[in-house]
Nanobody, 117 residues
Framework: QVQLVESGGGLVQAGESLRLSCAASGSKLSGDIMGWSRQAPGKEREFVASIRWTAGSIAVYNESVRGRFSISKDNAKNIIYLQMNNLNAGDTAVYYC?????????WGQGTQVTVSS
């Protein structure tokens, strides 16, 4: 069973950057899809970005973050990252790392990102 631990959240001003990390431990990750979702107060959880664990995989982004956010992975360390640039108030949310799809998806505990305008 995979365990996911996020870190890197915090309070920043609009226009600034943050990098989130998600450390995965447990069963082998090869071929898995890993990614990030977020949930703002009073809203449903939404997809942010995802990447497949295999080498050379293409990242997928929510249109609202494309060009500002970048997902990457370190296969040796079993970590995925979410580099978030030019943050705005609309990015304020709890960000969750996930692994897998559908009913077998695992989630981290979440990390809070707050952007002040």
């Amino acid at each position: 069973q995979v365990q996911l631990v996020e870190s890197g959240g915090g309070l920043v001003q609009a226009g600034e950057s943050l990098r989130l990390s998600c450390a995965a431990s447990g069963s082998k990750l090869s071929g898995d899809i890993m990614g990030w979702s977020r949930q703002a107060p009073g809203k449903e959880r939404e997809f942010v970005a995802s990447i497949r664990w295999t080498a050379g995989s293409i990242a997928v982004y929510n249109e609202s973050v494309r060009g500002r956010f970048s997902i990457s992975k370190d296969n040796a360390k079993n970590i995925i990252y979410l580099q978030m640039n030019n943050l705005n108030a609309g990015d304020t949310a709890v960000y969750y790392c996930y692994r897998g799809v559908g009913s077998s998806r695992s989630w981290g505990q979440g990390t809070q990102v707050t952007v002040s305008s």
